[in-house]
């Protein structure tokens, strides 16, 4: 017999895209949500509205162009579902790993651990600073707990300058994945929460060709290329996201 | 462009089997993550021996988040044993097929 008192928790993803003169991060975001919905079969919510005037400069990758990365915060009163997926539109999302966090009771769980194909890209803020998170990744319900979280990633994006010097943080321009690791830092009474329990593969070079086969993913880059299983990957290469190829890598994706 | 420009060029772009090797590894234990009873645990042959081997039907495990779960032995030792199987099968499979296509 179903019981009609039972709730039904809704679950979904969240991104984020605000564009800036060089990047049209709305084309990346919807492109996201096509890999979600046949990925996932979730709903997706694209955020494209921001809350007030931003600013702020990349000073790693793509070095010097605009980026507007200031509402992720937010994130936890927009998301209309009970269970988010907080998601980078640069995170292609390939596989249900995911779903596993949500099947599980923790508030939230972000992130820690990423690496390129060469080597680990986990790290600290600065010398005498503790490690920062990816918030490219983020799987939270709607709890207390999370939404201290959220709340206080908003009180050290509001206070930046200030929270980078108690943090001995090494740059000055504004990263979600500081405030967030200091935001957890806080609210796990000072120490970090247990992170995502797998690593993040990052392409940090420029792409140029991704390629489908089977079961596998062909990766090219400029000087290199690699085959992996079909997997989640974070691509930084914004150029490629945009390009007509990302595009037909997407269609045949959603074709299978 | 010369011979050696060329051949460092396809070298270049060759697949480079041991960073593959390692890639397909990690997704490997990303898949053995199974989510049971509201918490999250990685599926080695150490719990799945340790389930095999104790002797009551109900007990708690840590999780990958540090909390105590509550577990029915036989239904999770059934759960982890297919678990552990399919997603070795298929590392098997993807591990076979990067040698096929190793370059260097």
Partial sequence: ?256 | MSDINELVEEIKQATDYQINRRILREKTITDLHVAYNNGLFLVKPELIAFLATWPNEELFLEDTYENPIKINRQEFLTQCQQHYQMVMNSWHIQHDELKRIRKV
Wanted: charged fraction near 20%; charge should be negative.
């Fill in chain 1, 1 to 256: 017999m179903t019981n009609l008192n039972a709730s039904v928790k809704s679950r979904g993803v969240v991104l984020f895209a605000f564009n800036t003169d060089t990047v049209n991060y709305e084309l990346i975001a919807d492109r996201a949500r096509r890999l979600i919905t046949h990925t996932l079969d979730l709903p997706v919510t694209i955020i494209t509205e921001m809350s007030g005037s931003q600013t702020n400069t990349r000073l790693g990758y793509a070095h010097g162009t605009q980026w507007f990365n200031g509402d992720r915060y937010r994130a936890y009163e927009l998301s209309p579902y009970d269970e988010t997926l907080l998601l980078d539109s640069d995170y292609l999302v390939l596989d249900r790993a995911l779903l596993k966090i949500l099947d599980t009771t923790v508030d939230y769980n972000i992130m820690t651990d990423n690496q390129n194909f060469v080597q680990t890209m986990t790290g600290n803020m600065g010398e005498l600073s503790l490690n920062y998170v990816w918030a490219t990744a983020i799987a939270f319900r709607k709890t207390h707990r999370s939404k201290m979280l959220f709340d206080l990633v908003g009180r050290v994006q509001n206070n930046y300058r200030y929270y980078s010097k108690l943090y001995n943080i090494r740059r000055g321009n504004f990263r979600n994945d500081y405030a967030f690791a200091i935001a957890d830092n806080i609210i796990n009474g000072y120490t970090a929460s247990p992170g995502i329990p797998w690593t993040m593969l990052t392409v940090d070079k420029t792409v140029k060709a991704l390629e489908i086969n089977n079961n596998n993913i062909m990766v090219r880059e400029d000087d290199a290329a690699h085959v992996i299983p079909k997997q989640s990957l974070h691509i930084m290469d914004k150029v490629y996201l945009q390009s007509d190829a990302y595009e037909e890598f997407i269609e045949q994706i959603c074709k299978n």
